[in-house]
């Protein structure tokens, strides 16, 4: 039996998971059959609900069908937790980064911004009021990985290394080198150049990954459901066996099976 690799939580970390859907009810009628999520509107902001596994929130959701939104998409996003977050967009900035939205306060929860890298990909970061004490135990329903696909991975990753202090892990692959971000020696997150079957418009972006019991099971129920599996299921050896999907309003996210422990 291997050793479980050690996970990072706390400041460098990703902490946080939200769709931006066109079309809440499908979207959570989706998720719910897939993956036995629960939607559940917040109180206090409209249009928001909480994805539920049982008594606890593993993400956000957010209706982006009205004008004000500008016809963004249906996407998955990310949120990453920071110190400070006015510091960070200053420090990203400098970096070559692109404000997208300026720095918010979320009442009782932190501040956040959210960027695009200078290769292009969305991110958010966020200061919580009160950080992650102990490593995330992904169960299935659980989010258990964030994955970058960059379209200049060298610049992502000189980016990401200076504004959050990750330090990149390459690792040969058969379809060529992958790189684990680590934050204070534990795994945060990964990453590699986009594939070259992906098509040319679809530009950088961070994909996650989501904890699924069957991953075979799962690729079906998503079909059953009007999503769309992009390719079959593949297998990475020691880590586990994945796909990615598209849900019934166009976002994009995975589904993995981890490999035994």
């Known amino acids: 039996m291997s050793e479980q690799p050690k996970v990072a939580f706390g400041p460098g970390s990703f902490c946080w998971n939200e769709l931006y859907t066109t079309d809440l009810k499908k979207a959570a009628k989706f998720y719910e059959k897939v993956l036995g999520w629960k939607f559940v509107p917040h109180g206090e902001m409209g249009g928001y609900n909480m994805i539920m596994v049982g008594d606890r929130a593993v993400g956000g959701a957010m209706d982006i069908s009205k004008p004000e939104f500008g016809g963004m998409p249906s996407c998955w996003g990310y949120y990453i937790d920071v110190e400070d977050c006015d510091q960070t967009v200053e420090r990203a900035t400098s970096l070559g980064a692109e404000v997208m939205r300026e720095p918010a306060d979320v009442p009782e929860v932190g501040r956040f911004a959210a960027l695009k890298d200078p290769a292009g990909a969305a991110i958010n970061v966020i200061a919580l009021k009160q950080h992650a004490n102990e490593p995330p135990c992904p169960v299935p329903g659980d989010f258990l990985w964030v994955e970058l696909l960059s379209r200049d991975f060298s610049k992502a990753a000189k980016f990401y290394s200076q504004l959050l202090g990750w330090q ?81 309003t166009g976002a994009v996210v995975a589904l993995m099976t981890p490999a035994p422990m």
């Open 168 to 248: 990149g892990i390459e690792m040969p692959m058969p379809e060529g080198v992958y790189t684990v971000f680590q934050s204070k020696g534990a795994n945060a997150g990964g990453g590699m150049p986009m594939p070259a079957q992906v098509p040319a418009e679809v530009p950088s972006h961070w994909v996650g990954y989501i904890h699924v019991a069957d991953i075979d099971k799962s690729a079906e129920a998503v079909k059953a459901a009007g999503g769309q599996v992009l390719f079959p299921v593949m297998e990475v050896p020691n880590v586990g066996r994945f796909t990615q999907i598209v849900d019934p």
